[in-house]
Nanobody
């Protein structure tokens, strides 16, 4: 079994910052690509940023220059530093990891953490 747990969400004013964390636990042999996604009310889930096991990153145009994705492979943890937050960044943020276990491999999701940007 593999579990992903996000933390760090909350309420912040426009222009503020938050740092999200995603910890992966369980029977892990390898974690390949990881990513952050978000879903606002009434909208589809969308990609925010991804990072490969080698550290290659990719960002949605809407967050480029404001968000930074990183990971600590030794701790099985991924981060999302969010700066210059805007009201349109309000959403539930989910982490996803491509995990290989002794039994199988696949994509695993966290339960989500709410980010609200409001004055």
């Amino acid at each position: 079994q593999v579990q992903l747990v996000e933390s760090g969400g909350g309420v912040v004013q426009p222009g503020g910052s938050l740092r999200l964390s995603c910890g992966v636990s369980g029977s892990i042999l390898m974690i390949n690509d990881m990513g952050w996604y978000r879903q606002a009310p009434g909208q589809q889930r969308e990609l925010v940023a991804t990072i490969s096991d080698g550290g290659y990153t990719n960002y949605a145009d809407s967050v480029k220059g404001r968000f930074g994705i990183s990971r600590d492979n030794a701790k099985y943890t991924m981060y999302l530093q969010m700066n210059s937050l805007k009201p349109e960044d309000t959403a539930v943020y989910y982490c996803k990891a491509q995990v290989t276990t002794p039994f199988a491999g696949g994509d695993y999701w966290g339960q989500g953490t709410q980010v609200t940007v409001s004055s």
